[in-house]
Structures are given as structure tokens and as C-alpha cells.
């Protein structure tokens, strides 16, 4: 058995993995911040389930995966919006009756690749992923779409920042709170995306929230929490990577989930996080 | 002189009930008015109007220039890591949109609006730690460096400590004499009657307003509690007494000097 895979960076696949995982993780680091501060946890997560049906329906239709997911998430943002909740527990009421018939539709539209085109494999890819049998020019489309979600963050960090630690507050200084909180929920659904790209769409909740709440145990400040979270963020991506590479030589000839180590490596993050506050 | 707030005949109704009923007052720049009457009487109410929040069904509100809002309290996450010093800057530059590099203008303006509210001492800390006292210095601190011409001032003495209040006060006081007009509402008005020159009174929909020694008065109380009132002159100083179906019960006794 080998102990290390040699290769690793003149891999294409893998190439092509570390820049979805990259751009998944700096953009949702930094959304995933607002994400948390806000209480949207179930909301984003909710995104990422009906973003499914995007997934599924790009092997239906053979376009691109990201055009699918990303297609879908902007619906249930959409959807959640349109129920116009401000309070708490409406809002998780209206994501969850999102989340519930977006799923639904995966399920049908997954029936339907395996039916009509024989894609055997669909259902475990948009859900759990399949970083390194990605489209080869997937990565180079994750890294534009976090760079623009980054630059519509910065646009609106501020106003965003003071929606968050008060509505009211921010109306009375002059912020639309609604365009801003439907502008935000379309950076989530960008965010969502990119993660689903890079381990599914059940698990894209991982990338979004762990490292954000990780970095808010530790950081001082907004930006340096946003800053911090991308970066544990890309170094779980990334290190999930590296482990399920090597893995092909702990069990010769398969590799295990990419998903499963990236998720694992956000869990510790998280907990090493959470132990360093206490201590 | 024209008025930093003119509220006229304003009628709002909430859920098919009208909470407030062709409330009529004006305030002078530079006025400190409490805003009183008991919970559930309509101060929020009147509050979210004059900031537009909430639209009249009748009536309507002039402002003479920007409003300054500190809400009662700030529902925050103790982690949110935004520091009281960065929450006064985004009263400056919170509404604009792009990314913020600091500036050392904009920093010494923060110090400076610190050092007016006396929260320079805490300006590290994160707004969630402080006591109820420091976040009311730092909310006031966001909404003055505004410059607004009218603070408006939902019970800010609602969670504080008998000295916290008349610190809050002594501030509101030095506000009001540099031209801004204060509005700020308080379910007892006990701890305002020695600061407040204007009072607006609220009850049942209805509210009282006037110089604070005008509405406090007998028949003007009497009618808006729907009860007896007594206000008693002794010495130099009021008292007002306030019992259910007559004098007998004093439930109620404030103090004007
Ligand atoms: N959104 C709303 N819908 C229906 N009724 C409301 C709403 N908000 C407040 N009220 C009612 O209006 C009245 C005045 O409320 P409020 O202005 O909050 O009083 P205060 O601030 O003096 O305690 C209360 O009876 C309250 O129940
Ligand atoms: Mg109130």
C-alpha cells in the first residue's frame, strides 16, 4: 500500500477540484458570516436542497450543473422571499414548505435521469457530490462566480452589517432592509451553489455554516470573521481533497468521497473553534 | 419659528383596531418632550409614524430635517462581533453601499461623538457585552453623528438602574441644549418630570400635550387616566397622585421641583 499518492497537483481532476473547492469556500466563509449573524441557517440550507432540483435537471437536460443549481436557488430564494416573512419562526415555516416541494421535485427529476437517460449516478452527485468527476471547465466558472459574489458582498457589506445587528435601525437610517435582504438571499443562493458544486447539495450547509461560526468564536471583527472563515473554509476544501486522493492507495483503486473528508475536517474546525473560545 | 415636528391629526390604526386618535402636537428645536404614557398606549406607535414606518390612516407628520432613532434595545447576538466604536462609524456610512477603507476623518469624528456620549471607554468592547447603560450611549452616539435635527427615543430608561437613567437624562439635556429636539418616550414619567420642559401624554389613543406644568394637572391627568388625579403643590415642588376610583389608593406619586 502507499502511503502518499504521487501526482497530486499535475492531476487535472484534482486541479480543477482545488478551484471549486477554493471559490465554494471563500465566497460561502464570507456570506456564511451574515449567514449566521442573521439567524438564515435553515434559509440557506433550504437554498441549497431545492437547488437539487437544478442539478437533477441539468443531467435531464445536459447543461451545465452550476447553470442548474445556481437556476433553482435563485427560485427558492425567490420563494422564500415571496412569503415575505419577518419573523423568525415564519420564516423557517416558509423555507421549510420551500425546502419540502423542491425536494419533492429532485426526487422526480432524479427518477427521470435514471429512467429516460440512464444517469445511475445522478442522485449521489447532486446530493453528495462528485468533486473530481467535475466538468473540466467547472472550476474556472466556480471562480468567477465567487469572485463576483465577494464583489457584491463588499458592495453591500455595510448597510448588510447594520440590517443585521438591527432593521429598524437600519430603515431609520435610510436602508431599504427589503431590496437589501433580497439582494443578500441572492448571494446566499450563489453561495449555496458554489458548495454544491464542491460536496452536494445536502452537504453544501457544511462549507457555509461551520467555518463562518468557527471564525465568529475567534474573530475580532465582521471582516476578519469573513476573511478567517474563507480561509478555514479553503483549508478544509482543500485538505478534504489531499485525504481523499490519498485514499485511493488505503483501499487500491477507490477513492473515497471527497464530501465525507471535507465535511469531517469542517467538524473538527468547528469544534477546535468552539474548545479554543472556552479555553 | 418653524417646528423640528409637526404631528397633526394623525390617526393609525394596527390590525383593524385605531391605536391612535387625531394626535396633535409640535415641537421646538431644541425641546426635550417625554413621550408617557403606560405600556400598550400607542408610544412605539407614534414613534414608527414620525419615522415613517408605519403609515396613518389620517393626519400627517413634518419633520424639519433628518430623524436620529435609538430603538429600545438592540436584539443581539453576544457574539456579534462588532465593536461600539465601528457601530457609532456606521451611523456616519452605514447606508452606503460599497466596501469601507478606513478613513482618519471619518475616525476622529467617531472619537469625537465617543467623547460627547462619555462611552470612549468601552469603544473597544463588543456591543453585546456592554450594560444597558453603555449600549444607550452608544445607540444615541450612532444616531447623533448624523446630525440629525429631531432624536427620537424609544424608552431608553426602560432597563437602567436608577443612576444609569439620570446619567441618560443629563445626556439627553445636553443634546436638546445644542439645538436638537428630543423626543423620548417612558412609561413612568417620575424620573423625566424634573428634565422634560414639553410632555405628551398618551392614553387610550388619545394624547395631552403641553408645557410639562400645563399637563400636569388635575383635570387634564384625570381625564386622560379616565380616573381621579390629584397633583399637589408642596413646597416648591409637584406631586402627582394617581388612584383607581379616587384619592383613596395612591398607587402613583412623581415628583416636579
Ligand atoms: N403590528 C401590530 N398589529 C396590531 N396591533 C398592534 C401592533 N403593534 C402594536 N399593536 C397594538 O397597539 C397598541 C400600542 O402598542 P405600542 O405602540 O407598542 O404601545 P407602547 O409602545 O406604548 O407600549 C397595543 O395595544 C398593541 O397591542
Ligand atoms: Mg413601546
Known amino acids: 500500500m502507499t502511503l502518499l499518492q504521487p501526482g497530486f497537483l499535475s492531476s487535472l481532476p484534482v486541479q480543477n477540484a482545488l478551484l471549486i473547492g477554493a471559490g465554494a469556500a471563500l465566497l460561502s466563509g464570507a456570506a456564511g458570516v451574515f449567514t449566521v449573524l442573521r439567524g438564515q441557517s435553515f434559509a440557506g440550507h433550504t437554498l441549497a436542497d431545492v437547488s437539487s432540483a437544478g442539478g437533477a435537471l441539468a443531467y435531464l437536460l445536459g447543461i451545465s450543473p452550476l447553470?442548474?443549481?445556481?437556476?433553482?436557488?435563485?427560485?427558492?430564494?425567490?420563494?422564500?422571499?415571496?412569503?415575505?416573512?419577518?419573523?423568525?419562526?415564519?420564516?423557517?415555516?416558509?423555507?421549510?414548505?420551500?425546502?419540502?416541494?423542491?425536494?419533492?421535485?429532485?426526487?422526480?427529476?432524479?427518477?427521470?435521469?435514471?429512467?429516460?437517460?440512464?444517469?445511475?449516478?445522478?442522485?449521489?452527485?447532486v446530493m453528495f457530490g462528485a468533486l473530481f468527476a467535475a466538468p473540466p471547465g467547472l472550476g474556472r466558472a466556480v471562480a468567477l462566480g465567487a469572485l463576483a459574489g465577494l464583489a457584491g458582498l463588499g458592495l453591500i457589506y455595510r448597510p448588510l452589517l447594520l440590517a443585521t445587528l438591527d432593521g429598524e435601525l437600519a430603515r431609520a437610517d435610510g436602508v431599504n432592509t427589503k431590496l437589501l435582504g433580497g439582494a443578500y438571499l441572492l448571494l446566499l443562493a450563489l453561495a449555496v451553489t458554489l458548495c454544491a458544486m464542491a460536496v452536494g447539495a445536502i452537504l453544501s450547509t457544511a462549507l457555509l455554516i461551520g467555518p463562518a461560526a468557527a471564525a465568529l468564536r475567534l474573530a475580532r471583527g465582521p471582516v476578519a470573521a469573513m476573511a478567517l472563515a474563507g480561509l478555514l473554509g479553503l483549508g478544509c476544501a482543500w485538505g478534504g481533497i489531499w485525504l481523499a486522493y490519498q485514499s485511493y492507495g488505503w483501499t487500491p483503486g477507490h477513492v473515497w468521497p471527497v464530501s465525507f473528508f471535507i465535511t469531517a475536517l469542517v467538524l473538527a474546525v468547528y469544534a477546535a473553534a468552539a474548545l479554543a473560545r472556552r479555553g | 419659528m418653524t417646528h423640528?415636528?409637526?404631528?397633526?391629526?394623525?390617526?393609525?390604526?394596527?390590525?383593524?383596531?385605531?391605536?391612535?386618535?387625531?394626535?396633535?402636537?409640535?415641537?421646538?428645536?431644541?425641546?426635550?418632550?417625554?413621550?408617557?404614557?403606560?405600556?400598550?398606549?400607542?408610544?412605539?406607535?407614534?414613534?414608527?409614524?414620525?419615522?415613517?414606518?408605519?403609515?396613518?390612516?389620517?393626519?400627517?407628520?413634518?419633520?424639519?430635517?433628518?430623524?436620529?432613532?435609538?430603538?429600545?434595545?438592540?436584539?443581539?447576538?453576544?457574539?456579534?462581533?462588532?465593536?461600539?466604536?465601528?457601530?457609532?462609524?456606521?451611523?456616519?456610512?452605514?447606508?452606503?453601499?460599497?466596501?469601507?477603507?478606513?478613513?482618519?476623518?471619518?475616525?476622529?469624528?467617531?472619537?469625537?461623538?465617543?467623547?460627547?456620549?462619555?462611552?470612549?471607554?468601552?469603544?473597544?468592547?463588543?456591543?453585546?457585552?456592554?450594560s444597558g447603560g453603555q449600549q444607550q450611549r452608544v445607540l444615541i452616539a450612532h444616531a447623533l453623528i448624523r446630525q440629525?435635527?429631531?432624536?427620537?427615543?424609544?424608552?431608553?430608561?426602560?432597563?437602567?438602574?436608577?443612576?444609569?437613567?439620570?446619567?441618560?437624562?443629563?445626556?439627553?439635556?445636553?443634546?436638546?441644549?445644542?439645538?436638537?429636539?428630543?423626543?423620548?418616550?417612558?412609561?413612568?414619567?417620575?424620573?423625566?418630570?424634573?428634565?422634560?420642559?414639553?410632555?405628551?401624554y398618551l392614553a387610550k389613543g388619545r394624547a395631552a400635550s403641553g408645557r410639562t406644568q400645563e399637563v400636569v394637572r388635575t383635570e387634564v391627568l384625570s381625564a386622560l387616566y379616565g380616573y381621579h388625579i390629584d397633583v399637589i403643590r408642596v413646597h416648591d415642588r409637584i406631586i402627582v397622585v394617581a388612584g383607581e376610583g379616587g384619592a383613596h389608593g395612591g398607587k402613583h406619586v412623581a415628583a416636579i421641583p
Not at chain 1, 419573523?87 to 426526487?107: E, K, P
Not at chain 1, 432524479?110 to 442522485?123: E, P, Q, S
Not at chain 2, 424609544?154 to 436608577?162: I, K
Not at chain 2, 424620573?191 to 420642559?197: T, Y
Request: contains cysteine.
Open chain 1, 67 to 125: 447553470a442548474g443549481f445556481f437556476g433553482l436557488a435563485v427560485l427558492g430564494a425567490l420563494g422564500v422571499e415571496a412569503a415575505g416573512e419577518r419573523r423568525a419562526a415564519g420564516r423557517d415555516l416558509a423555507a421549510g414548505i420551500v425546502l419540502g416541494a423542491g425536494m419533492g421535485i429532485t426526487a422526480l427529476l432524479l427518477y427521470l435521469d435514471v429512467t429516460l437517460k440512464g444517469h445511475g449516478g445522478a442522485a449521489v452527485a
Open chain 2, 148 to 200: 440629525p435635527k429631531l432624536l427620537l427615543l424609544d424608552e431608553p430608561l426602560a432597563n437602567l438602574d436608577l443612576r444609569a437613567s439620570a446619567e441618560i437624562i443629563a445626556l439627553l439635556k445636553r443634546v436638546a441644549a445644542q439645538g436638537v429636539t428630543v423626543l423620548l418616550s417612558a412609561h413612568d414619567m417620575n424620573p423625566l418630570l424634573s428634565a422634560m420642559d414639553r410632555i405628551v
Open chain 2, 4 to 130: 423640528a415636528l409637526d404631528v397633526a391629526g394623525l390617526c393609525v390604526s394596527l390590525g383593524g383596531r385605531e391605536v391612535l386618535h387625531e394626535v396633535s402636537f409640535a415641537l421646538e428645536p431644541g425641546a426635550f418632550c417625554g413621550l408617557i404614557g403606560a405600556n400598550g398606549s400607542g408610544k412605539t406607535t407614534l414613534l414608527r409614524s414620525i419615522l415613517g414606518f408605519t403609515a396613518p390612516s389620517a393626519g400627517r407628520v413634518a419633520l424639519a430635517g433628518v430623524a436620529g432613532y435609538v430603538p429600545q434595545k438592540l436584539q443581539l447576538d453576544p457574539d456579534m462581533p462588532v465593536r461600539a466604536g465601528d457601530f457609532v462609524e456606521l451611523g456616519l456610512n452605514g447606508h452606503r453601499f460599497g466596501f469601507p477603507f478606513p478613513s482618519r476623518a471619518r475616525r476622529a469624528k467617531v472619537e469625537a461623538m465617543l467623547a460627547a456620549v462619555g462611552a470612549e471607554a468601552f469603544a473597544g468592547q463588543r456591543i453585546g457585552e456592554l
